[in-house]
């Protein structure tokens, strides 16, 4: 990959995009991982107003300090970085104190850990609407269009994808070319919705390197009989999810009624 060329590439779709859309800046939830530090750091390096938004539930000390480093090492080289923080874990609390009570399970914990990323949906949207700001989405291209690793009308609910065409090992590469701090670039990616210690690679079930290479096995036609071991493990965990998921990557179903009903 011809990284600092890409790096321009997408800095500047940002900036027309924002420009013919008639907006001010760009607005981004930091979370301490590698996906947001990339896309605040491309949004940065526009020159328009890129404000940072910290949104902590039960936010684990190490992700909230990873999240402040690399907010601090934007403003120290971006003048037109701010940063705010909304800690929305009273909100998830009450939150759960009004909808119905149910037995704790695997579904309540999925349904909760979903909500949290709606929530911070939704208050990004509070301050791209006060500011006129794009809410920049974080995912990268084997979350969004392989496995489906994100909450619909959660982090999913965005106005642009800045890195949604990057495999995640070249997020990582050009975290490294953007200086993005160690901390970050070293920690296992998580997406701390659940309140504990899992990581991405603890649900998915494989590393993203992995996945990576069951995704262009799966765009080359490959099928699973074709592998064995933990080769076909993982492509049978990559085919299970993007299948699962599709419902994440199509558009919207739409009822088109026939003319001669509504005639």
Known sequence: MQTEKVIDYIVNWLKNYAVNAKMDGFVIGISGGIDSAVTSALCAKTGMRTLCVEMPIHQAENQVNRGREHIQFLKNNFTNVSNTTVDLTPVFEQFKTVVPQTTADSFLDLSLANSRARLRMTTLYFFAGIHRYLVAGTGNKIEDFGVGFYTKYGD???????????????????????????????AAPTDGLFGDSRTDEDQLGASYDELEWAMKMHKNGKVDSEFTARQKVVYDIYSRLNKANQHKMMPIPVCEIPLDLKN
């Not at 999913?156 to 701090?181: C, F, Q, W």
């Open 156 to 186: 999913g609910g965005v106005d642009l994808s800045p890195i949604a065409d990057l495999m995640k090992s070249e997020v990582y590469e050009i975290g490294r070319a953007l200086n993005i701090p160690d901390s970050i670039l070293k």
